[in-house]
């Protein structure tokens, strides 16, 4: 999957390592649930209403955590403490789609394989129902009463456990992440390339697909990709067939998928690079690269996030664009408008990955600042986590209407605001692992590795 001849081999003593922990957390996990057995659907595919179109496949994420299988519907991970892990490979007889191929690669050695060639026949190889933690979703049930009947219980200890131990990823997972990290760059070098070329949205798009090696099935979130006042939008995804004239900005949003895991990663270019909107930017680039560094073990998230408004607030005083300081820009909520989301979120098998708000592994909740009601992530930072940086400032105009009617129109320049609102707005996300020393930034080194 477009990496080095060698990366296999080196995967084979870290996968080694990551399946120790991941059965160590499964001991711990079924001890609290009260179970005897972890039982892991891979998934099902999902029929469209009235049609026999099925959904895009995806892979129940408690499922790719032990392999780096992501294609393989109505297949099942067994696993009982003290006993070799099982597989049970659904290879159908189909000839109207690709079959998987038989099991192979760094991770066989350490499970019993077994092939089934219909859903129904994982029932002779599952362990007692009653004595399982099932994980998955309802449509991954298995049988019926009277008979045989599996359908997921996702007990919460059990879930809140596994949960919370994959925010520390192990370097089997960093390994994983750090190659959809280059994937997604080669993409974003593309992207930039065809924006400059005075591609529209859509064909952006294509040239970042092809480039990547992925599609819209295979990516871990869709594109984002605004062109002009486009950017504004925080979750644009229209592609629209036609570059504007002229052009003036690009903010891409996209990653890409590795055995499973996912990166994410945001830019913005200026068409014209010696624009005032091209010095914007840089100021964002900067202090993106500043909040960055400031992922360390024992920083509480929701301070770099409350941190960042003033930091991007600053920026927007230096422009002009606000006429007060940025503590009285975030008191009054005038920074909400310039900033209306997250600093970023956890990142791993999921694009925004579970336990960003975990109070423990035994459950509760730790609730977001008064304010900051898009904020993804609460926890204190500790070595193995890793999440993304992405500060940004737009301009948009539903949320700057509401400025004027929330009575504070004379905290901000409308003149410098109608000088950016046709850029539309500013996104830089890295990721970054929290190490036990200095922040370890996942995106920079890929960019500079493509050159």
């Keep these: 999957m477009n990496a080095p001849a060698s990366f296999d081999t080196d995967l084979v003593p870290l996968y080694a390592d990551h399946l120790a922990t991941m059965k160590r957390r499964a001991d711990e996990a079924l001890v609290r649930g009260g179970f005897d057995h972890l039982v892991v659907p891979s998934g ?28 393989v519907p109505y297949s099942w991970l067994v696993y009982t403490p003290g006993e070799r892990p099982k597989v049970i490979f659904y290879q159908p007889f189909d000839y109207w789609h690709v079959v998987p191929d038989a099991p192979s690669g760094w991770w066989v050695d350490h499970f019993d394989i077994h092939i089934i060639r219909k ?14 933690a099932i994980l998955g979703e309802p449509q991954s049930a298995l049988g019926a009463a009277p008979g045989p009947h599996y359908a997921p219980n996702n007990p919460e200890p059990v879930i809140q456990y596994l949960e919370y131990q ?50 819209a099935n295979d990516l871990p979130y869709g594109n984002i990709i605004g062109l002009n006042e486009h950017a504004a939008v925080l979750h644009y995804t229209e592609l629209q067939r036609v570059a504007p004239d002229p052009l003036r900005s690009f903010l891409i949003d996209a990653g890409a998928s590795f055995h499973g895991y996912a990166s994410d ?12 909107f091209q010095a914007m930017i840089d100021a964002v680039d900067a202090a993106q690269q500043a909040m960055c560094a400031g992922v360390r073990s024992g920083v509480d998230y929701r301070q770099l996030h409350v941190d ?48 960003g708000f975990a109070a423990s592994d035994r459950g509760g909740r ?57 850029y539309g707005g500013i996104r830089i996300e890295d990721e970054v692992l929290c190490t036990d020393g200095d922040a370890d930034n996942l995106t920079r080194p890929a960019f500079a590795e493509a050159g």
């Design 44 to 71: 099902t595919q999902h029929w469209q209403v009235f049609d026999d179109r099925d959904y895009p496949y995806a892979v129940n994420p408690q499922f790719k955590a032990w392999l780096p299988l992501t294609r």
């Design 119 to 132: 859903p129904d026949e994982a029932l002779a190889l599952l362990p007692p129902a009653a004595r399982s």
């Design 166 to 215: 994959r925010s520390y990823k192990t370097p089997y997972e960093i390994t994983l992440m750090r190659q959809a990290q280059r994937l997604a760059v080669r993409g974003h070098r593309a992207a930039e390339a065809a924006f400059r070329a005075g591609q529209s949205e859509f064909g952006i798009h294509m040239a970042y697909c092809a480039a990547v090696g992925q599609d």
């Design 265 to 276: 990663i945001t830019r913005t270019h200026a068409y014209d690079t010696g624009s005032e």
């Design 308 to 355: 960042a408004h003033l930091t991007l607030m600053g920026i927007l005083k230096d422009f002009g664009v606000i006429a007060v300081s940025p503590e009285a820009a975030v008191a009054t909520g005038v920074s909400a408008a310039f900033f209306p989301h997250g600093l970023g979120h956890p990142i791993g098998l999921q694009v925004h990955d579970v336990a």
């Design 366 to 422: 730790i609730e977001r600042p008064a304010g900051h009601p898009y904020l993804r992530m609460t926890r204190v930072l500790e070595p193995g986590m890793v999440v993304t940086i992405e500060p940004g400032l737009y301009f948009i105009d539903l949320l700057l209407d509401e400025v004027k009617k929330n009575g504070h129109a004379a905290s901000v320049d409308w003149s410098r605001v109608d000088a950016f609102r046709p």
